[in-house]
Each structure stands twice: as structure tokens, then as C-alpha cells.
């Protein structure tokens, strides 16, 4: 399959079509940003990573029953992925206090949480991802009930799934983002799931002023190394030295 014109650029992928209608491919760049796009930056190998990262956690939650947009990995950049329509909502779930989570209610990073949470923002740069809640995205025609429902139990079912995977590796998995997308009436995981969309911690070092991140907090909190995080945590996932 080749790329045809080029359908979006985002802040981190570029999105083509191809001559299957229901298909796109995906490229995976090393810019980064954060704050609404107000920081801006390169990590070096970051598109090759969160590539291939992302790929073997789709396969593995496809394996548990999760449906993906992941068709096939082309090279380190390139994936082939079904082309959803992207539901609005940046869906977060939380299995620590961490972030905009911590300022909001007033607690410590690392404060475990009684029970995972799923909330959403919506999905407007020019809005700045405002928080939404289920009433609101309905009456807007963001979602439906039904949608809500489905992605609210998916997205918890991948919380399980990757909080035992990244278990193994000796990784905390804090909180991460995802999105999902409408595929022929079905809604599917869709975007990526990589160290650009997770909290990832060092295993055992929850205390609140010395967590390691292995994940984007380097690059939004100039904590340095953090092409080093992301190879490392690329490397305990594929088992590559
Ligand atoms: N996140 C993301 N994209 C966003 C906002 C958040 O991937 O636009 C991820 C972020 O990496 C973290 C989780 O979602 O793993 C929760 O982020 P939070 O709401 O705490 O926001 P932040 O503190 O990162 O602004």
C-alpha cells in the first residue's frame, strides 16, 4: 500500500490516504509538544519508538478482545491503520494522582487512587481540551450515550490490560490518554499509546517528590535524559538491547 495525498498533519503524526478508501497510513514524526502546543521540541528516534511501541500494544489488546484501527506496521515510521472517524474526546484514565489530576483536587502526585477513573476532555486546540462531562458531550452531539458507554468499558479493559503488561516490565502505569474512532458503526481504539500518552513510573518509586518518569513529564518538565526514558521503556517492552 502507498501514500497517496497527505489528509493531516498533526503535532506528532502525519496522516496519508492510499488507494484503499478505508485505509490511511500513519507517520510517526519526533517533534514534540505540550501545553496546547506552547512548548515545542525534538526527541531524537521518538516517531520510531512510539511507532512500534504503539503497534505491540495494539496487538496485545487486540489479543484481549479490544478492537484497534491497527492493520500493519509498513517501516519504523509508517503503519497502516483503519480510517476512522475520531471521536472528539481525549478519554483519560487515571490510576494515580498525577498532572492537571493533582492541581484540580489539591492532592500529591502519587497518591493512589480507590478506583481507576475515565474522564474526558474535549478535543479542540482552540479550546484548550476543556473537561467535559457525559451530559455535555451528549447535548452537544459530540457522542452518543451509547458511544460514551462503550468507550468508558473499552478504555477500562485497557487499563487492566496495560496495567499487568507494564507491571511485568517493572513500570507503574500512572495515567494515559486515549481516542477512539467510529469504524463501519463500531467504535475502535484508535491514535497511539506510547510514552507521548502515558505516565509511566519506575516501578516502586510512587513517593511524591521522587518518582522516575519515563515519559513525557522529561520533556514538559526539563528533567532531561528523556530520549533515554523512551528507549528505555522501548526496550523493556520488545525485549531489544
Ligand atoms: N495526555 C495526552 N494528551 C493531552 C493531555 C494529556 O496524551 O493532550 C496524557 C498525559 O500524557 C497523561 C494523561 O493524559 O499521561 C493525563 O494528563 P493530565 O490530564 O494530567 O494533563 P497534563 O498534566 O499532562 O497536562
Request: proline share 3%; with cysteine.
Amino acid at each position: 500500500m502507498e501514500k497517496k495525498e497527505m489528509l493531516y498533519e498533526g503535532k506528532a503524526k502525519k496522516v496519508y490516504a492510499t488507494e484503499d478508501p478505508d485505509c490511511v497510513i500513519v507517520t510517526y514524526k519526533d517533534d514534540a509538544t505540550a501545553f496546547n502546543g506552547l512548548k515545542k521540541g525534538t526527541i531524537a528516534g521518538k516517531g520510531v519508538i512510539n511507532n512500534k511501541m504503539s503497534n505491540m500494544l495494539m496487538v496485545m489488546l487486540e489479543k484481549k478482545g479490544i478492537p484497534t484501527h491497527l492493520v500493519e506496521q509498513i517501516d519504523d515510521r509508517n503503519t497502516i491503520v483503519k480510517k476512522v472517524q475520531i471521536v472528539p474526546l481525549e478519554t483519560i484514565v487515571r490510576n494515580v494522582a498525577a498532572g492537571s489530576f493533582s492541581k484540580r483536587y489539591g492532592v500529591p502526585e502519587g497518591l493512589a487512587l480507590k478506583n481507576p477513573t475515565v474522564e474526558f476532555s474535549y478535543k479542540s486546540d482552540a479550546l484548550g481540551d476543556p473537561f467535559i462531562n457525559t451530559s455535555c458531550a451528549t447535548a452537544l452531539g459530540i457522542a452518543t450515550l451509547e458511544e460514551i458507554d462503550t468507550i468508558t468499558k473499552l478504555a477500562l479493559a485497557v487499563d487492566d490490560a496495560l496495567i499487568a503488561f507494564f507491571k511485568e516490565l517493572n513500570i507503574d502505569l500512572v495515567d494515559f490518554k486515549l481516542e477512539f474512532g467510529r469504524y463501519k458503526g463500531q467504535i475502535i481504539l484508535a491514535d497511539e499509546i506510547s510514552p507521548d500518552t502515558c505516565r509511566l513510573w519506575e516501578a516502586g518509586t510512587w513517593d511524591t517528590t521522587k518518582h522516575t518518569s519515563l515519559d513525557k513529564d522529561r520533556f514538559r518538565r526539563d528533567l532531561g535524559g528523556v530520549e533515554d526514558a523512551y528507549e528505555e521503556v522501548f526496550k523493556r517492552i520488545s525485549g531489544e538491547e
